[in-house]
């Protein structure tokens, strides 16, 4: 269902004389049932026209085209008709021309389930089959695969990131374009990678990610082949966890080559190296050694999140800062010694936690 606030963009802009429709992913998302989390609208009218016919509104790419309309809690990118020209760059067009034809439009984009717009009274325009292969469950390349992918190499792994979050089969030809094609993935920019690879590793078939890798669109960011990914899929659907998964398939992979922000990168990799132990009181030593984010990491990875839980909320003592005593106590230790002490004193209240009072701690130091 259509929410009211894009209706209403698409409305006034149907108003004004321009033909308009929905477009892309929310056409799609809408046919499968799925929710929508991004509105595009196409029109035939010109950027100056509608940030005219709006008020709010962000002129995010307007040598293209496009202008973010923003109604209520809701944005919308609008974009004119348009045909793109030639990808010089192996990512953006040299140049956009404007065009009165919603076909040349859909032309350009880049597979057929993409490829589907719809009027606001829910007619559907499918030049290119979109709506047989949402059917079918084909991920199929708009026009001829190859140039699709040599215009813009990201295209290869949207197919697989698509097809990990619809459940989708690659036509053959779009297939074969992409191992033709792969080595084109190297140009990409690290950030763009890491978007698509992350956006699969968080679907319900995180797997695909391998395939990613067999087919060498990953081979310039540190995966060196395919490999077994599918019981990622078992995994908490968390970006830490599952990235700290691929880690543990692939313990030679840098996540900072792929700009993963610091800290994740940093919890991910160090928690793959971890085993999660069988007893409580390892696990405990492990939360205290590691911090409760790769423990926990770690404890999701082995399948047992349940217990790092408990144990994170029977408030018992994991830390120096949870310790009844602190290096105040012993004025008469200098330095090192002191931490020396504390971790000493940390050791014994994790297999001991009820020693955890002042008293104890004093009499035992």
Known sequence: MVKRAPAEILKTLEQAGYESYFVGGCV???????????WDITTAARPEAVMALFSHCVPTGIAHGTVTVLLEDTEAEVTTFRADGPYLDGRHPEGVTFVSS?????????????????????????????????????LRAVGEPEQRFREDALRMLRALRFAAQLDFSLEAGTDAAIRRCHALTAALSAERVRD????????PRPGRVGEMAALGLLAA?????????????RLPATAEVRWAGLCRTYPELDLA?????????????????????????????????????????????????????????????????????????????????????????????????????????????
């Open 28 to 38: 799609r998302d809408t046919l499968l049932g799925r929710p929508i989390h991004d």
């Open 102 to 138: 919603l076909e040349a439009d859909l032309a350009r984009r880049d597979f057929t389930v993409n490829a589907m717009a719809m009027d606001l009274r829910g007619a559907l325009a499918d030049p290119f089959g979109g709506q047989a292969d949402l059917k079918g469950r084909i």
């Open 196 to 203: 698509e690879v992350e956006k699969t590793l968080l679907s």
């Open 221 to 233: 960011f540190g995966f060196p082949e395919g490999r077994d990914t599918g019981w990622l899929s």
């Open 257 to 365: 080559a792929l700009r993963l922000p610091r800290r994740l990168s940093q919890d991910a990799m160090a928690a793959a190296r971890l085993s999660w132990p069988e007893d409580r009181l390892g696990r405990k030593q492990l939360l205290s050694a590691h911090g409760e984010t790769r423990g926990r990491i770690a404890a999701a990875l082995a399948g047992d999140a349940e217990s790092a839980e408990e144990i994170l909320a029977s408030g018992e003592c994991l830390y120096l800062r949870d310790l009844a005593v602190s290096g105040a106590d012993f004025p008469q230790l200098r330095g090192p010694e002191v931490g020396r002490h504390l971790q000493a004193l940390l050791a014994h209240v994790l297999a001991h936690p009820g020693d955890n009072r002042r008293e104890v701690l004093l009499r035992l130091a």
